[in-house]
């Protein structure tokens, strides 16, 4: 706790306080050095078709080469970023890094970037993203923005006249994390979205617990019927593969396929096409 003694001037009676005060004033401070010095990059995660194994997207994840710490992942800095107002230059920073790789990659290839809440608390994201696809030359039909629910809770009539406008632009709207949020259901038929990504944590469950294989079905027959595409996040091994087949999913990601790997890695692999699911599909129906 902190007591103000004179405007400005705070005296800490909690030594552990303080430290964490510092910790964050001082990482606060390094994202932005960071930010100048361009330490940010994108890793990027294959995502395939469940059909024909096929590469037909990629995620862009951030993470930070930090200059004494090596490379950070998200949860590491976006928190703070968000708390801080650092996320609007970061997530300029991400959105034209993505462009900008995307447009050098073949063919229709998707390319997916994170938008979080605090990013639609700035009246200019929808100048921001058109920008930085000008900027690329990259067709607004091979970007994806990826929201999680908490973007529909909060400024709900603001949220959505962005993403509509973004949609009519041709840009993807996918909901992230689809069934580990409070919102109601409701807003699927608010909101534009174009895909709906099933959460890791029931993927990941799919052969161990009936529930998960339940809420996998429902969200996958849900998203279908209302024409999305639907995608499950986190799939590790062919046996859960073959069982989300099964489930009608449309797409799928995860370490089976490929962890998020740098922009170098991830252009060779587009070239290759098809990945280990695609022939372990074939090798399931032959
Ligand atoms: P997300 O968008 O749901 O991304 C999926 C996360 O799951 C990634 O973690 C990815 O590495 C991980 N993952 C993928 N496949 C598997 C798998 O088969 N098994 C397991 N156990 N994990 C898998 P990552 O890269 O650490 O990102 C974490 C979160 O940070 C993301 O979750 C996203 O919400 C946020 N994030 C990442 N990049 C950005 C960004 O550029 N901007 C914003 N605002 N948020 C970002
Ligand atoms: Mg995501
Ligand atoms: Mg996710
Ligand atoms: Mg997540």
């Known amino acids: 706790r902190a007591k103000a003694v004179a405007p400005g001037r705070f005296v800490h009676y909690d030594p552990g306080m303080s430290e964490e005060v510092e910790a964050r004033r ?3 401070v390094e994202i932005r050095r960071s930010l100048e010095d ?4 994108l890793h990027y995660q294959p995502v ?4 024909t194994g096929r ?3 990629v995620e862009a994840l951030v993470r930070w080469q930090h200059p004494e710490r090596g ?3 998200p949860q590491a800095f976006i928190p703070l970023a968000e708390q801080s107002g650092l996320i609007g230059p970061l997530g300029d920073v991400v959105l034209r890094a ?3 790789e995307a447009a050098g990659w073949p063919g229709d290839l998707k390319v997916a970037v994170n938008v979080s809440a605090a990013q639609f608390g700035n009246p200019g994201l929808f100048d921001d993203i058109a920008g930085a ?3 690329a030359g990259l067709p607004p039909q091979r970007l994806e923005i990826e929201i999680t629910e908490t973007v ?3 400024n709900e009539e603001r949220n959505v006249a962005v993403l509509r406008a973004l949609a009519s632009l041709g840009v993807g709207v996918a909901l992230d994390d689809f069934g580990t949020g409070y919102a109601s259901l409701a807003y699927l038929a608010t909101f534009p979205f174009s895909k709906l990504k099933i959460d890791r944590r029931f993927t990941g469950d799919i052969l161990a617990k009936r529930e998960c294989a339940a809420i996998v079905c429902s969200a996958a027959a849900l998203g279908l019927s209302l024409g999305l595409t639907v995608v499950a996040e986190g799939v590790e091994t062919a046996a859960q593969l073959e069982v989300l087949r099964l489930t009608g999913v449309t797409q799928a990601q995860g370490f089976l396929f490929g962890a998020p790997m740098p922009a170098e890695a991830i252009a060779g692999r587009i070239g290759s096409e098809v990945f280990a699911g695609g022939r372990a599909m074939a090798a399931a129906e032959a």
């Open 71 to 73: 490379l950070l992942s």
């Open 38 to 41: 361009g330490d940010f990059l």
């Open 152 to 154: 529909l809770l909060e």
């Open 55 to 57: 590469v037909v997207g």
């Open 48 to 51: 395939v078709d469940v059909r």
């Open 133 to 135: 696809l000008a900027a």
């Open 98 to 100: 993505a462009c900008a």
């Open 26 to 28: 001082r990482l606060e």
